[in-house]
């Protein structure tokens, strides 16, 4: 992966300036929020991935690409800092989030802040794809984290629903950072499709991943508390295929676990037990493996290059444990 | 003012239609609440105002007028979600809000999810000028909010600021109400400022209106608690007036009754009643009708009609205390 950071080293300052200048707001106070989370330590994976996609079907307008780029990234910002209010997340990253330190007033008003800095933005590149494809993908990222809520706790959630929430989430900011880069270099729609669908098999494979590090990854290196979902009662895919092939008296005892008033570190250990046991977390992380495979087969119709292979260490990248 | 409610009685019923078929997501909780808050008693002044001057200036395209209607509702609504999550509300005119129903999460998700709705509805009338407005508006409409916040107990707030807060954060939404029906049916530039002027001075108006309301109407009636503001350490027109033209000695004993950790309804009396000592009540209520005679001077370049004549009450109504 190093490589492909510097491959794309001075576009991405490029980007970077073009985020850091985006923020300036006449409000003090979401200036600091803002620019708090943007250097947080955000690996700015979607930019690099529109970035790539322009680079793919050979960019031309390189002010709309750096234009883009901020906007996508603006918007996962938002998300997240809504997403640590809802959860009431303590850590981030391996630092207190935002409302730690201006509370969830600020982080929520900060959020709707850079949502409409994004479309602001967007409304600039007077370009009507863009904007209907920026517009629609927030608003299934809404509907996904509504989705999810309305099933929390929820011990008969399908894999099929899961996949719906995931897609919408997260996968569909992904899937359309890849077909901006397709729409601001001219692609073709069968190149902006396949864009658009490696995106999301990309997406899909970093969410999974993501959940299932929830309960294997090093403390340390996750920056955040292990077990966040459990607590939560937020239900993902190693935890749904464990109550599914779990006994009848496991299956019990897991809701006994979760629904208890407690959270306590030895469920968590039971949990991730019984998930050794009937082979959860290898089931989650060969179904993000798929998606990879899925991802980049989706690149084939696009000749070998160093972008072209920048995607697939891209795609390998987004399901490693240690990043 | 129910004269003025008859006479668009027939758009507004296809108003409230388009408001009610738009929300229509695919998650059941979303829909819940946005129908929940959207059928709250909600008196839909945005869109009447932009019915109203899409008349005032010989409207052609009805379906947009429609469309552009709901959406400023929208953005409203997404607005009160938000707010009274903000605001730790526990009644809104006169009913439980969404959040004590449902919960500050789904209040913030359903509130992004409206707000998403108002931008792809915008980005489907494919009108360049009426996007630039909307996006501007949020995006202010956002930073007004957060300016608020900053001030919370700020009893060094100035009138300046208070202005700009109240401007940004509801004046600007009402003036870009004003301002779509005027651009929906091709006014001139010159109309279309006018409309602006006049949505804004309105808005300065309403919410100067508002913030005194809060210290003095008639509990029932307010459908909110009074002294609200007060309690979350909002300082609007009357208290400032107050702090600036009270005594040394007063002044402290305020700072003292606001920063306390119980609010108590002797404290709001105590305040009110050096209010009405030092005529920070009258003096609000007077710079409401200061910007409603604006507003209604900014009406002088339209030729009198039965549309002039309802823009004129509605702005006598927005400042009435009976609403």
Not at 89 to 115: C, H, K, T
Not at 196 to 206: D, I, K, Q, V
Not at 282 to 288: D, L, V
Request: charged share 25%; net charge positive; with cysteine.
């Amino acid at each position: 992966m190093d490589q492909v950071w510097s491959t794309y080293k001075e576009i991405l300052e490029e980007a970077e300036e073009q985020i850091r200048k985006g923020v300036d707001s006449e409000v003090d106070l979401i200036n600091k929020v803002a620019h708090y989370i943007l250097n947080s330590g955000g690996k700015r994976i979607r930019p690099l991935l529109l970035i790539i996609c322009a680079h793919l079907s050979d960019f031309s307008n390189k002010n709309q690409m750096l234009i883009a780029g901020g906007i996508v990234e603006f918007i996962h910002t938002a998300t997240l800092l809504h997403d640590d209010v809802i959860d009431n997340a303590e850590i981030r990253r391996g630092i207190p989030p935002a409302r730690r330190l201006w509370g969830n007033q600020a982080s929520i008003l900060v959020g709707d802040y850079l949502y409409t800095l994004a479309v602001c933005q967007a409304v600039k590149m007077e370009n009507l794809e863009i904007n209907y494809l920026l517009s629609s993908t927030c608003r299934k990222m809404s509907e996904g984290e509504a989705l999810q809520l309305s099933h929390n706790n929820d011990f008969n959630l399908t894999e099929a629903v899961y996949l719906q929430i995931i897609e919408y989430k997260t996968a569909s900011l992904l899937s359309a950072s890849c077909r901006l880069g397709g729409i601001i270099s001219n692609a073709s729609n069968e190149k902006k499709e396949a864009l658009s669908r490696f995106g999301r098999n990309l997406g899909m494979a970093f969410q999974v991943a993501d959940d299932t590090l929830d309960y294997i990854a090093d403390r340390r290196r996750l920056g955040k508390s292990l077990g966040k979902d459990l607590k939560e009662g937020k239900i993902t895919l190693p935890l749904l295929h464990l109550l599914q092939n779990c006994t009848v008296a496991e299956r019990k005892k897991l809701k006994k676990l979760m629904l208890g008033d407690k959270f306590l570190q030895k469920n968590l250990k039971e949990v991730i037990g019984l998930m050794e046991k009937h082979g959860s977390i290898a089931y989650a992380i060969q179904r993000a493996q798929d998606f990879i495979n899925r991802a980049k087969s989706d690149l084939s119709i696009f000749k070998d290059s160093i972008h072209r292979q920048s995607m697939m260490t891209v795609a390998d990248y987004v399901i490693r444990r240690d990043h």
